[in-house]
Nanobody, 126 residues
């Protein structure tokens, strides 16, 4: 049974940094993709960044490119998201997600991910 637990959210000011973590268990697939998504109040869940299980490939949304960094610590079964130079528009609930199998072209679509954490809230004040 796959379980994902996010942590690290909080209230910060614009320009600050935060580091989110997603502790995983039960991810025993031979290949998989892990991603971060976020959902702002009143908006749909949107793609932030994705990483392939081997860690050799990542893809960032244009809105976070150059500011956010995803990493996967396989020894600790933890997915991390370092967020720098935060902006008010980064506010939302951040979710980590896992998709079993090969990374396909629809990796930005939330519905293709079969496993989700409960989310951690990030609020960036101006």
């Amino acid at each position: 049974q796959v379980q994902l637990v996010e942590s690290g959210g909080g209230l910060v000011q614009a320009g600050d940094s935060l580091r989110l973590s997603c502790a995983s268990s039960g991810v025993t697939f031979s290949s998989y993709t892990m991603g971060w998504f976020r959902q702002a109040p009143g908006k749909e869940r949107e793609f932030v960044v994705v990483i392939r299980w081997s860690g050799g490939w990542t893809y960032y949304a244009d809105s976070v490119k150059g500011r956010f960094t995803i990493s996967l610590d396989n020894a600790k079964n933890t997915l991390n998201l370092q967020m720098n130079s935060l902006k008010p528009e980064d506010t939302g609930v951040y979710y980590c997600a896992v998709r079993a199998g090969r990374t396909l072209a629809d990796f930005r679509v939330p519905s293709v991910y079969g496993y989700w954490g409960q989310g951690t809230r990030v609020t960036v004040s101006s």
